[in-house]
């Protein structure tokens, strides 16, 4: 079943459609929030601000790209809303997970996993604020450049910048993580 | 348009060429340009690679409670959209009073005549009945009922009465020492 007609289900009021919905789309979002915020307690107060603003939004939701694409759109207003709201913080950029989430049982293919995810969630932390936004949107939407310089207010030219130098950094710090140390692990993993 | 890609034009724009974001003329280049560039291919394979790692290993599963409160909250939040007796009611209100005057009509034609002209003092009586009866034989009804519409028919008596004056207080006052 696809996204709009899950919306259409909800919408005419069946109350299975909401949960599906969410239930699709918690890990995209979840996962940007965190990444861009670097706190999960913020990431948290976020997720829910933005599901209830979209499921708010959803009677005049028409279809224009990915419902994902859209979810993230506004997961990233919110959290530019939050902190114009939030202005005596400390900024993102001097933020770094201490939290990361338990998920499983401590096997030696779990902690090795787990420390790659970290390593992963590490580096993109350390990004600056304005490559970590471009860098996400890009990696949890199906926006374009353009749309994303639109999102960012920013010339597509410096958007293009700032992935590059996100990626470059991202590289530089999973420098240990080699592609046949990560498949090597994922193969254990399925074992 | 037939102008060479540079190494560093393809570095800068290598996500427009990844999203397939480029018009066809200069994707064609851009594979030219590829084709003889071992350096921006290695550059091609570095990035994909390395977003390749994040999609792999940077996802987060949002908490099960957080879901489940999420949906709850946004269900509360949301319009009911069973329609409850309220909704029902604002929606057929112009037809509820439609229906309601319209059978006030039927049952109590002077009252409505009452409000809507002032040419017909007369209290109601009759309702329905009346109606039947004026149908039947307008001339006898209208005689009957002395209805003022018609003139020089009008009931003296009904038109010309007052409610008795209440005595005033100091009238009252004065009486006792009658």
Same mark, same amino acid.
Request: a negative charge.
């Given at each position: 079943m696809t996204d709009q007609e899950l919306i259409e289900r909800h919408l005419s009021g069946d109350p299975d459609a909401l949960d599906q919905l969410v239930r699709r789309h918690q890990r995209n979002v979840f996962s940007f929030l965190v990444h861009l915020t670097g706190n999960r307690t913020e990431a948290e107060d976020l997720f829910q601000e933005t599901f209830i603003k979209a499921i708010a939004a959803l009677p005049g939701y028409r279809e224009q790209g990915a419902f994902g694409s859209w979810l993230i759109r506004v997961a990233h207003t919110v959290t530019l809303d939050a902190w114009k709201r939030n202005k005596?913080?400390?900024?993102?950029?001097?933020?770094?997970?201490?939290?990361?989430?338990?998920?499983?049982p401590a096997t030696d293919a779990r902690t090795e996993s787990r420390e790659i995810e970290q390593a992963v969630t590490g580096a993109v932390a350390k990004l600056p604020e304005k490559q970590r936004r471009v860098f996400l949107l890009r990696q949890h939407s199906d926006l374009k450049f353009r749309e994303i310089a639109e999102q960012t207010k920013e010339p597509l030219n410096t958007v293009l910048s700032h992935m590059r130098y996100a990626v470059a950094t991202l590289r530089a710090e999973l420098q240990p993580f080699r592609s046949d140390d990560i498949d090597r692990i994922a193969e254990r993993n399925r074992r | 348009m037939n102008s060479r890609v540079s190494c560093e034009t393809f570095e800068e724009g290598v996500w427009l060429y990844l999203d397939d974001d480029l018009s066809p003329d200069e994707r064609a280049r851009w594979d030219n340009h590829l084709e003889g560039c071992e350096r921006c291919r290695e550059t091609l394979s570095n990035s994909q690679s390395t977003v390749g790692l994040y999609d792999r290993h940077g996802k987060v599963d949002a908490p099960e409670a957080l879901i489940r409160e999420v949906v709850s909250s946004a269900a509360m939040a949301?319009?009911? /959209?069973? *329609?409850t007796l309220a909704v029902v009611t604002r929606m057929w209100r112009p037809v509820l009073a439609a229906a309601a005057a319209f059978t006030l009509m039927l049952y109590q034609p002077d009252l409505i005549g009452h409000k809507i002209s002032?040419? /017909? *003092?007369? *209290?109601?009586? @009759?309702g329905y009945h009346s109606i039947a009866r004026l149908l039947a034989d307008p001339q006898a009804y209208l005689e009957k009922e002395r209805?003022?519409?018609? *003139? @020089?028919?009008?009931s003296p008596a009904r038109s010309r009465w007052r409610a008795p004056r209440k005595p005033d207080r100091d009238t009252n006052y004065l009486r006792r020492f009658r």
């Open positions: 005596g913080r400390e900024t993102s950029d001097d933020r770094r997970l201490m939290d990361y989430p338990d998920q499983g | 949301d319009t009911p /959209r069973t *329609p002032e040419h /017909r *003092p007369i *209290p109601p009586r @009759g209805s003022p519409l018609i *003139p @020089g028919l009008e």
